[in-house]
């Protein structure tokens, strides 16, 4: 097996990874945690309360009433998904931050889409407090995107250029 089919697969078993543990955690605020319950785990900080989110990251849209709205975040999660899968397989062929940030945002938007296209919504249950300051409510996909996107972000902002790695290695 060739060194890019081996990152390939680390790449799809950390997406792997992150839907299942996001389908898992789902489906136990689901059974466990009544529809707006809330769980006090620090009270005062965290909070686990069972949302149904039916718009987009962080509850945007959500007041939306327009009918399209499903449609459109579904299509525009499909196209996300192709952007990222296409480029997790150009970028998959060396263990990098890039393709582990691609590939928790490929998992984290995988699990998001299945909860649109089986149920119209989203399940969001980590729900954070600061003093009288509320985060919305997010969940374990969103969380994998969020930390892909801030690997991604931080591959730009601090990774060398070629000249800079020559220049580096003295050559």
Request: charged letters at 15%.
């Amino acid at each position: 097996m060739s060194r890019l089919h081996a990152m390939r697969k680390y790449h799809l078993l950390i997406a792997l990874l992150v839907v299942l543990l996001d389908r898992t955690a789902k489906w136990v605020v689901e059974r466990k945690i009544v529809l707006h319950d809330t769980i006090d785990v620090i009270p005062g900080f965290f909070h686990l309360t069972h949302i149904e989110n039916r718009g987009a990251a962080f509850g945007l849209f959500a007041e939306s009433p327009a009918e399209w709205k499903v449609t459109a975040l579904v299509l525009f999660s499909l196209l996300a998904l192709v952007v990222v899968s296409a480029l997790l397989w150009k970028n998959s062929h060396v263990m990098s931050w890039t393709g582990v940030g691609l590939a928790l945002i490929l998992g984290g938007a995988v699990g998001n889409l299945w909860d649109r296209l089986f149920s119209g919504h989203v399940v969001d249950f980590l729900d954070f407090y600061v003093g009288s300051y509320h985060w919305p409510a997010f969940n374990v996909a969103d969380s994998a995107i969020v930390m892909g996107a801030l690997l991604l972000v931080g591959e730009i902002l601090f990774s060398k250029t070629p000249d800079e790695q020559r220049a580096g290695s003295g050559l």
